[in-house]
């Protein structure tokens, strides 16, 4: 049966969304803490940040080592993205079946282009989508408007006829601040009580129920 759409433009979060790099992105911090500045994090820090660009969450961590941490962070996480980064059951088919009801489909992300395309590379998706909006294509990232923003203008849509599509509370302030909607998944980072707080109206426990 041919999905009937609520929205003609669907966006998608990608980490911990469309792909499952929750633990990819967790043990590369903790590799970057460790080796940086020589102690542990618990698991709920390290991911506290997730969804908003990695320099900023490195300056959570330490504003004075910020940058040895991105580095560091970078290089081991591109080292071990073959061997940690899963996909979710269930995600192809979701994609599948929005672009066969003629959806136009994108993924607005805080990664940089060049973790995007590595990460496509060892995942592919199942379709091509019409926008890929990265950390190098905006001058400001989530939770502000603008990289949802742009992939409107990319596809040529207004914000009424949009959803964005994500797992943390920045993607919810993003949508929020987009003026499209939002749709909360509660695979990835946040708890559904979190994003609802942050106004996730709905919240699908599963890609069956997304």
Same mark, same amino acid.
């Given at each position: 049966m041919r999905l009937?759409?609520?929205w003609p433009v669907v966006l998608f979060d990608l980490d911990g969304t469309?792909?499952?790099?929750?633990?990819?992105?967790?043990?590369?911090?903790?590799?970057?803490?460790?080796?940086?500045?020589?102690h542990d994090l618990p698991d709920d820090v390290l991911e506290s940040g997730i969804g908003t660009p990695l320099l900023e969450q490195m300056q959570i961590f330490s504003p004075e080592h910020a940058q040895e941490l991105f580095d560091t962070y970078r290089t081991w996480?591109?080292?071990?993205? *073959? #061997? !940690?980064?899963?996909g979710f059951d269930g995600?192809?088919?979701?994609l599948l079946a929005l672009e066969g009801a003629? *959806? #136009? !489909?994108?993924?607005?992300?805080?990664?940089?282009?060049d973790a995007v395309d590595l990460a496509f590379r060892v995942r592919p998706l199942p379709v091509v989508f019409d926008a890929v909006v990265t950390y190098d294509d905006t001058a400001t990232h989530k939770p502000g408007p603008e990289p949802i923003r742009h992939a409107?203008?990319?596809v040529g849509a207004a914000p009424e006829d949009a959803v964005y599509v994500g797992d943390a509370t920045a993607d919810a302030r993003a949508a929020a601040a987009a003026g499209v909607a939002f749709v909360g998944v509660a695979w990835g980072v946040a708890e559904p009580a979190a994003l609802a707080e942050v106004g996730a109206g709905v919240v699908a426990r599963t890609p069956a129920e997304l």
């Open positions: 009937a759409l609520r469309l792909l499952d790099t929750i633990p990819l992105i967790r043990e590369s911090h903790r590799h970057a803490v460790r080796t940086v500045l020589g996480n591109h080292a071990n993205t *073959a #061997r !940690l980064l899963a995600i192809d088919e979701v003629g *959806a #136009r !489909l994108g993924v607005v992300t805080s990664k940089m282009r409107l203008e990319l």
